[in-house]
RNA sequence: GCAGGAGUGGCGGAAUGGCAGACGCAUCAGACUCAAAAUCUGACGUAGGUGACUAUGUGUGGGUUCAAGUCCCAUCUCCUGCACCA
């Protein structure tokens, strides 16, 4: 009889074993696998179940490709740190942020160990360590070196609550990302990045990524590319003229009036004595509204300018309105209406009594009373002049270019996308390396002056005026011009808490070069990234900050790929009870430490997995884990029982094995870890079975202990040295499955009338067609009356005879 | 509104167009035990039958096919993303 399965004993065992012999070794020769996890925030909260599954499954794959492949693994850990919850917590409290953060971080830590990944913790990094951050300021004097960091006074999205600008990508629904209260806009100096200038690049190259489809589209539509054409609109009685855009040139007959943005530069020009109160309270009125307003008015608003603006095609008077539908920053913030083939122009006309003309006939004629917008570009051109007879699918393609060359505008392509806000208002967050200067205006910090710290202050308290907690501290503030040395100020607003992640994964490899931000021996060599795991909330944010910050630094030289991040895996999430969320305030958290205690790391790696799809959120439940423990326990005792057994392995132990290796390995291939689990605790019944009946051999013993150590290292490890093994599992080559053993000699086959199943037959693997109908119809015996219509044969599965 | 994903036992979930419900949880019965736990064996969609079995069954309604959870059309519900981007 064995010895029981005592988790605690055999875990703390090799736990010492492996610290002391690390199994992942870069011996020069080996080739490299770059398996990253997105590094968490270290929240005083600490871990649950559901952090757990993301880094289970990486180490799973892990150690997966260390033994299949033999590679030397890349699986490094560190932290997100900046942020605001650490600078809540110092307003509170008055704890310094670096004091609770690396608090935070040993508590996390030591969670994290438990789980016993193949971290390599020399690689660790920390986005708030100075040596860290110095190379964050960095790149952004080398972006503002190549005029894509520049300052700009504007309308921002500002959080009330957070007191704090934030980029397009962190306000969602018109909400904050992060504390979910309303978002107004607020007019700053801020510091923006050109990401715009890179919007084409990001979108061509979603091509060339192994990424969820999901997370490409996201991309696409948030960069969000389109074609069309500004127009150019004269206004009577006026020098100027209004540049509007418009994806449907091919209607440019059919504008009967035009809408400008109410924060349009022309705006309130354009009002006449008669008009200019209402112009300039509905300008007022909208400055006034959160973005949260804006999206709720079910009904569209607006003002007459009392100006007319020249259709330049057909020389048409159409009325200038202004209506907060129109958005200021997208275009050129005005737009020519076409009521007739534009669901909110129509909309707008209807209300304010506007002329609506089609241009496009649908189904060859034109609408009577028309209810709403006919917004297909499909159908032939009227009341259109010269172009009456086109195809509108046609001419919306070619529309851009004629306009262009009768000189009354120009074809051009337009993107969602916007100039990423940099700028922060809070404390706990990278100094912007910028000085002032009245005379030689925005110099940055020389790098050898790098990093520059961030320096004490008495209050984290966030202003709400628009400056940083950091514009209080004089002596800082104060310094002299590097390159005149006159008197100087700095910037004081911080970096946004996507700074450090934009590039982290680049500094893992050559966290301890104090000359570069990574060298370029050590990224040729283990960059960049092969597979990347995380959750999918990230999908506009990180990663594409990532990508933008990795074409930057391939542009300038630093590396020679451009995308960060070869393969993706969203994992979902591990939500509580009815799919709620785990949260403190909600009461549902489960945290992995009992679990550990009670079951083991194993057996909670392997439930992780077990629970369900690993890309599809999961309910957690307790109760299944008592499944997986009895799983581990059966293989114990199946390996122990037998670990000296002189039985040789017979056919149908040959096939079990090889099918063992090879369904396991194809479902592993797939991702599809849920049913690799499944697998296992089929294979090991089945072992279990025939170990009763006619014995088991060594060598498959030894299969299920490899095909099992990246799942369960720990007992895999045990059970490896009993089967006499002197070496490491993990120094062991993963098994390849001999298809010629897997064959069956005979199989079972289902027997049908008419797709009905009547009997189940045996018969050799290699039987014709015409022995396998004769075998089922015997089986089938009286049953088989009536017209045989047609003799269905589906080799190995089925046969089917269809009869009237 | 638009786009994507999903709907299968009491529950989590399996099924290259080929015997639906693998694997696990829970439940029930039996063995072992003085007893319980643990372990082992078995049953476990629904309806009917003592029974081998029969019928029925993958949100709903149609269709294609010898054969549909899987493909097509329509429809309902839920989830996710985007949302006045001209």
């Known amino acids: 009889m064995a010895i029981p399965y005592n ?170 990302e992060r504390c979910n209260s309303d978002v107004t806009k607020k007019n700053l100096k801020q510091w923006m990045l050109k990401i715009t200038k890179y919007a084409d690049r990001l979108l061509a190259d979603l091509d060339k990524l192994d990424w969820p489809e999901k997370v490409k589209k996201m991309q696409a539509d948030w960069i969000g590319k389109s074609y069309g054409a500004e127009v150019d609109f004269p206004v009577e009685g006026k020098e100027e003229k209004i540049t509007v855009y418009t994806t449907r040139p ?53 003002v007459f300018t009392g100006s007319y603006a020249i259709n330049p095609l057909n020389g048409a008077r159409v009325p200038i309105w202004l209506s907060d539908y129109v958005l200021a920053d997208y275009g050129t913030g005005a737009i020519m209406c076409v009521p007739a083939h534009d669901d909110r122009d129509f909309e707008f006309a209807k209300k304010f009594q506007i002329p609506i003309v089609q241009v496009i006939a649908k ?34 393609k070619e529309a851009p270019v004629m306009i262009e060359k009768r000189g009354l505008g120009r074809k051009t392509v337009n993107y969602k996308l916007r100039d990423w806000v940099f700028s922060r208002q ?91 931000l990574v060298s370029r021996e050590k990224a040729d060599k283990y960059l960049p990234v092969d597979m990347y795991i995380g959750g999918v909330e990230h999908a506009v944010l990180h990663l594409l900050y990532s990508r933008f910050y990795t074409k930057f630094l391939h542009d300038i030289g630093v590396i020679d790929f451009d995308e960060p991040f070869v393969k993706l895996f969203n994992q979902g999430m591990i939500t509580g009870k009815n799919g709620v969320k785990m949260a403190k305030s909600k009461g549902n958290v489960v945290s ?88 296992f605790m089929e294979y090991n019944n089945k072992m279990i079975e025939m170990a009763r009946t006619e014995g088991i051999d060594r060598e498959t013993l030894k299969t299920v202990v490899v095909l099992l150590a990246p799942f369960a290292p720990h007992i895999s490890e045990e059970l490896w040295r009993a089967l006499g093994e002197e070496t490491s599992v993990f120094h062991a080559t993963w098994p390849e499955a001999d298809k010629e053993a897997m064959a069956d000699t005979e199989k079972e086959v289902a027997v049908q009338i008419n797709g009905k199943t009547r009997a189940v037959i045996r018969i050799p693997a290699d039987s014709t067609r015409e022995e396998a109908i004769a075998a089922g119809k015997e089986a089938l015996g009286n049953r088989l009356s009536g017209n045989v219509v047609k003799e269905v044969y589906v080799p190995g599965r089925i046969i089917n005879i269809v009869m009237k």
């Open 7 to 176: 988790h605690r004993e055999i875990e703390e065992k090799w736990r010492k074993e492996w610290e002391a012999h690390p199994v992942n070794i870069d011996d020069g020769k080996k080739p490299k696998y770059y398996c990253l996890d997105m590094f968490p925030y270290p929240s005083g909260k600490g871990l649950h179940v559901g952090h757990w599954r993301g880094y289970v499954i990486s180490d799973v794959w892990s150690r997966y490709k260390m033994l299949n492949g033999g590679h030397y693994i890349i699986h490094p850990m560190g932290w997100d740190a900046f942020g605001l919850p650490a600078e809540n917590f110092a307003i509170k409290m008055g704890v310094h942020p670096a004091k609770s953060t690396a608090e935070n971080i040993a508590n996390i830590k030591s969670q994290i160990n438990q789980i016993a990944a193949l971290y390599d913790w020399d690689m660790e990094v920390n986005t708030t360590d100075p040596e860290f951050y110095r190379w964050t300021q960095w790149i952004f004097v080398k972006m503002f070196q190549e005029g894509l960091a520049y300052e700009k006074e504007m309308p921002i999205n500002w959080c009330p609550s957070c007191k704090t600008g934030l980029a397009n990508e962190e306000v969602v629904n018109g909400k904050c």
């Open 250 to 302: 091919d209607t440019l007959y059919g504008a009967t009036f035009m809408v400008l943005a109410p924060e349009h530069a022309m705006a309130a020009a354009l009002s006449v004595p008669e008009t200019k109160d209402a112009v300039e309270r509905y300008i007022y009125e909208a400055s006034l509204k959160s973005n949260v307003d804006r999206l709720q008015d079910k009904e569209k608003t607006g």
């Open 592 to 679: 992995p430490d009992d679990l550990v205690r009670d079951y083991g790391c194993d057996s909670l790696r392997i439930y992780e997995l077990f629970v369900g799809p690993p890309e599809l959120d999961s309910e957690w439940d307790d109760r299944g884990i008592d499944g997986v423990y009895r799983f581990l326990t059966r293989l114990w005792k199946l390996v122990l029982d037998h670990k000296d057994t002189q039985t040789k392995a017979s056919k149908e132990m040959l096939k079990v094995r090889n099918r063992m290796i090879h369904d396991i390995t194809q479902r592993l291939e797939n991702f599809s870890l849920n049913t690799v689990i499944s697998g």
């Open 363 to 396: 189904d060859g004629k034109e609408i009577e009373n028309m209810t709403e917008a006919y917004t297909e570009a499909s159908g032939v051109m009227i009341n259109s002049g010269e172009w009456n007879g086109m195809e509108s699918a046609v001419l919306k």
């Open 426 to 516: 809070r404390y706990w967050g990278e100094p912007i390396p910028i000085i002032h200067c009245p005379k030689c205006g925005c110099v940055p910090v020389p790098e050898e002056e790098l990093p520059l710290l961030l320096p004490e202050v008495e209050s984290y308290q966030p202003t709400g005026t628009g400056e940083s907690p950091l514009a209080a501290i004089e002596e800082w503030v104060n310094t002299t011009c590097p390159v005149c040395g006159e008197p100087a100020r700095r910037e004081t607003n911080t970096m946004p808490q996507w700074a450090g992640s934009s590039w982290y994964f680049l500094r893992y490899v050559d966290n301890k070069n104090d000359k570069e």
